[in-house]
């Protein structure tokens, strides 16, 4: 049961030398805005998660990671080599892949969408504990329709969230199981999560409001 599609290089895509800077970035091409989690802040975080995941689960037995493109994913694969290390079982049977787009309440307004990559490991979710892994939760849409993505997959015995960054400001009844770090921040702001994976490096910035 898996439909898989070829990885993307990683790293910033090349930009014009005649189109004008870009406003979020520094003369150097890294994010502006407040550094908020560094390298060893993040790591630090993935560790805490995975150790209270095998606590709160008594092991991992029926756990399965399901990384939401695009950061995610990378981030249920480390995740996912945590809890293999702490418990001593393979890396592949605990993580996989799940796309959200054609479940977005949003699709009537921006219609054209990269449909991405869902898979599952083999033995499948029926009866296991989910939990979902996505960078940043905010208004908790994209939660939402997780959930909705989930019931096409099989019948999980529960569903729990794992976010790097808990940045507020909720739409929905949704709250996370796990949180590397709870970050109070305005509307008008925009928290940016940088992995290695994809972006060459680990970081957690917020952009606006003179931060």
Known sequence: MSTRT???GSGRPPQDPAAPPDPRLDPMGAPSG???LGPDDVARALTRI?????ERNKGVDDVVLLGIPTRGL???RRLAQRLAQVEQVPVDG???SLDVTMHRDDLAHQPTRTIGDTYVPGAGIDGKVVVLVDDVLYSGRTIRAALDAISDLGRPRAVQLAVLVDRGHRELPIRAD???KNLPTATAERVRVLLAEIDGEDR???EGTGR
Do not use: K
Not at 50 to 54: F, G, L, N, Q, R
């Open 94 to 96: 605990l993580v996989g």
């Open 6 to 8: 070829p990885a993307s």
């Open 50 to 54: 995975a150790h209270e995941v095998v």
């Open 178 to 180: 796990y949180v590397g």
């Open 34 to 36: 407040t550094t908020v």
């Open 74 to 76: 990378p981030l249920a």
């Open 204 to 206: 957690v910035v917020i």
